[in-house]
């Protein structure tokens, strides 16, 4: 038998440490769960290792397994990467592009990156969805999305992670709340609060749970909702507030629908931009990203300068 792995072995062993079955992964690999089975122990007897312990519940990697998993990914990485250096030669940028954003960055951030993608390479094909963390991370892992951008996690098998924004938490109210526009304020301080905050599934619920349990923050009511255009709407209409990632707010500040307050002591969210481990970036979606963290990086500016002239940032 020859000491190497084939290309198909190589990526049927990917898909099953992804996947965790046999069936997923020929699902994936639109092949016949036998085929993937004698993929993986081919390699198996070629290496003299068991990749793979095989359970009643699933398939979870050795730890011989798992560090092969991490140099195939490596190595189809490098491949596709060699794909793209010769395609990014070509004077023309061209081909589809699938992007994952949450509400926080489709509200304020999306518009200007996307009318420079669109003006300066119109031959990309653009889909770009808005959802929550859960649906972008799922969407992901199945090569729905060339990437998404979704608040910092633990990480999963099959995907690869990098920070993008690190972003200062306010409190975002209406306009007969009383609160002085961009001043710190402690939630300690305030009556009971009416607050609309996610869903116990989207990750920013429990960091939200964890601040107000640490700083003693009371709670009156509490409403969940993840729909962040109906948050606006309702928190304009009533006495409810919430907190969101300050960049999702920097256009509304001095128009006076809403009141704007960064919550002391500081608590901050964490965004990283996720995909596929066993792909690499197109260069439609390095431009596009390259771009985003750009008008990301002066939206932040621009928010540190307000905050900073309103006394929010103390000056060391």
Same mark, same amino acid.
């Given at each position: 038998?020859?000491? @190497? *792995? &084939?290309?198909?072995? %190589?990526?049927?062993?990917? !898909?099953?440490? $992804?996947?965790?079955?046999?069936? +997923?992964?020929?699902?994936?690999? @639109? *092949? &016949?769960?036998?085929? %993937?089975?004698?993929?993986? !122990?081919?390699? $198996?007897?070629?290496?003299?290792? +068991?990749?793979?312990?095989?359970?009643?519940?699933?398939?979870?990697?050795?730890?011989?397994?798992?560090?092969?998993?991490?140099?195939?990914?490596?190595?189809?990485?490098?491949?596709?990467?060699?794909?793209?250096?010769?395609?990014?030669?070509?004077?023309?940028?061209?081909?589809?592009?699938?992007?994952?954003?949450?509400?926080?960055?489709?509200?304020?951030?999306?518009?200007?990156?996307?009318?420079?993608?669109?003006?300066?390479?119109?031959?990309?094909?653009?889909?770009?969805?808005?959802?929550?963390?859960?649906?972008?991370?799922?969407?992901?892992?199945?090569?729905?999305?060339?990437?998404?951008?979704?608040?910092?996690?633990?990480?999963?098998?099959?995907?690869?992670?990098?920070?993008?924004?690190?972003?200062?938490?306010?409190?975002?109210?209406?306009?007969?709340?009383?609160?002085?526009?961009?001043?710190?304020?402690?939630?300690?301080?305030?009556?009971?609060?009416?607050?609309?905050?996610?869903?116990?599934?989207?990750?920013?619920?429990?960091?939200?749970?964890?601040?107000?349990?640490?700083?003693?923050?009371?709670?009156?009511?509490?409403?969940?909702?993840?729909?962040?255009?109906?948050?606006?709407?309702?928190?304009?209409?009533?006495?409810?507030?919430?907190?969101?990632?300050?960049?999702?707010?920097?256009?509304?500040?001095?128009?006076?629908?809403?009141?704007?307050?960064?919550?002391?002591?500081?608590?901050?969210?964490?965004?990283?931009?996720?995909?596929?481990?066993?792909?690499?970036?197109?260069?439609?979606?390095?431009?596009?990203?390259?771009?985003?963290?750009?008008?990301?990086?002066?939206?932040?500016?621009?928010?540190?300068?307000?905050?900073?002239?309103?006394?929010?940032?103390?000056?060391?």
């Amino acid at each position: 038998m020859p000491d @190497h *792995a &084939t290309l198909r072995q %190589i990526q049927a062993v990917i !898909a099953v440490c $992804e996947e965790g079955s046999f069936t +997923r992964a020929a699902e994936r690999e @639109h *092949a &016949t769960q036998s085929g %993937i089975s004698q993929h993986v !122990a081919a390699i $198996e007897k070629a290496l003299g290792v +068991r990749l793979f312990d095989r359970g009643a519940t699933g398939v979870t990697p050795t730890a011989a397994g798992l560090r092969y998993y991490r140099r195939c990914v490596d190595a189809i990485g490098l491949l596709a990467q060699a794909k793209e250096d010769a395609r990014g030669r070509s004077d023309i940028v061209s081909g589809s592009l699938r992007v994952g954003l949450m509400p926080t960055f489709t509200r304020a951030a999306l518009a200007p990156t996307l009318e420079y993608v669109v003006r300066t390479h119109p031959d990309v094909r653009l889909h770009v969805v808005e959802a929550y963390s859960g649906i972008l991370t799922e969407q992901v892992l199945s090569d729905q999305l060339d990437f998404a951008i979704v608040p910092a996690f633990e990480g999963r098998t099959g995907l690869k992670s990098r920070l993008i924004l690190r972003d200062r938490e306010v409190l975002i109210s209406g306009r007969g709340s009383g609160f002085k526009p961009l001043a710190p304020i402690r939630l300690s301080d305030c009556a009971p609060l009416k607050i609309v905050a996610p869903g116990p599934d989207n990750i920013r619920r429990r960091n939200l749970e964890i601040y107000f349990q640490s700083n003693n923050v009371a709670i009156d009511r509490m409403i969940e909702m993840d729909a962040m255009m109906a948050t606006f709407d309702f928190i304009a209409r009533t006495d409810f507030v919430t907190v969101l990632p300050g960049l999702i707010c920097v256009n509304d500040i001095g128009k006076g629908e809403f009141t704007i307050n960064p919550i002391d002591p500081p608590l901050h969210a964490e965004f990283v931009v996720i995909t596929p481990a066993r792909r690499t970036l197109s260069t439609p979606a390095r431009i596009f990203l390259e771009r985003f963290e750009a008008d990301l990086a002066e939206m932040g500016k621009r928010l540190a300068g307000l905050l900073k002239a309103s006394g929010a940032v103390r000056r060391r």
